[in-house]
């Protein structure tokens, strides 16, 4: 059996803080719409509840992806994927500041943009992960 190394804990650290932050996201849509009819008053603690787990996850996907760009090499990397890094972190940024807009956003169109483009943003940020750990 292959031993865990530094990498192992590294990766597995972004990548599950990254899957609550994503997955958490399209859970609540999810939830949300059966709440609001048959539990209306428990939808906002719910909601409340989730960003008490997302933004410490979304905290950790930050951190770990610092660690990353100290543990890659990015200046020997090609720069097909220096230029995907540097879009993926843009999409991982532009998540956190949608979510942010659909929490604290006071019209209804804040929340509908901010909640859409957030979890959209975190797939996009998602996906060009996965290309980095298969292109090199
Ligand atoms: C919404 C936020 C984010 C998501 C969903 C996300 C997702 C992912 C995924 C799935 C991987 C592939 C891991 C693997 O090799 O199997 C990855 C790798 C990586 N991420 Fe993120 N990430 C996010 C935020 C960030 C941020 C903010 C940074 C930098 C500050 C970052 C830097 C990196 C780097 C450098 C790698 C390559 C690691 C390696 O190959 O060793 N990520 N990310």
Same mark, same amino acid.
């Given at each position: 059996?292959?031993?865990?190394?530094?990498?192992? /804990?590294? /990766?597995?650290?972004?990548?599950?803080?990254?899957?609550?932050?994503?997955?958490?996201?399209?859970?609540?849509?999810?939830?949300?719409?059966?709440?609001?009819?048959?539990?209306?008053?428990?939808?906002?603690?719910?909601?409340?509840?989730?960003?008490? &787990?997302?933004?410490?996850?979304?905290?950790?996907?930050?951190?770990?992806?610092?660690?990353?760009?100290? %543990?890659?090499?990015?200046?020997?990397?090609?720069?097909?994927?220096?230029?995907? &890094?540097?879009?993926?972190?843009?999409?991982?940024?532009?998540?956190? %500041?949608?979510?942010?807009?659909?929490?604290?956003?006071?019209?209804?169109?804040?929340?509908?943009?901010?909640?859409?483009?957030?979890? &959209?943003?975190?797939?996009? %940020?998602?996906?060009?992960?996965?290309?980095?750990?298969?292109?090199?």
């Amino acid at each position: 059996m292959l031993s865990p190394t530094t990498a192992t /804990i590294r /990766i597995f650290l972004h990548v599950i803080a990254a899957s609550i932050w994503v997955g958490g996201q399209f859970t609540l849509a999810g939830v949300v719409p059966a709440l609001r009819r048959s539990a209306p008053a428990a939808t906002k603690p719910v909601a409340q509840a989730f960003a008490r &787990l997302a933004w410490p996850a979304f905290a950790v996907t930050v951190v770990t992806g610092m660690w990353n760009l100290m %543990a890659v090499d990015i200046t020997t990397a090609s720069s097909a994927y220096q230029a995907t &890094l540097m879009v993926k972190i843009a999409f991982a940024i532009a998540s956190g %500041a949608f979510v942010a807009l659909h929490q604290f956003g006071r019209t209804k169109l804040a929340l509908a943009v901010g909640g859409a483009l957030g979890a &959209l943003c975190a797939v996009a %940020a998602m996906f060009m992960g996965i290309m980095l750990h298969t292109g090199n």
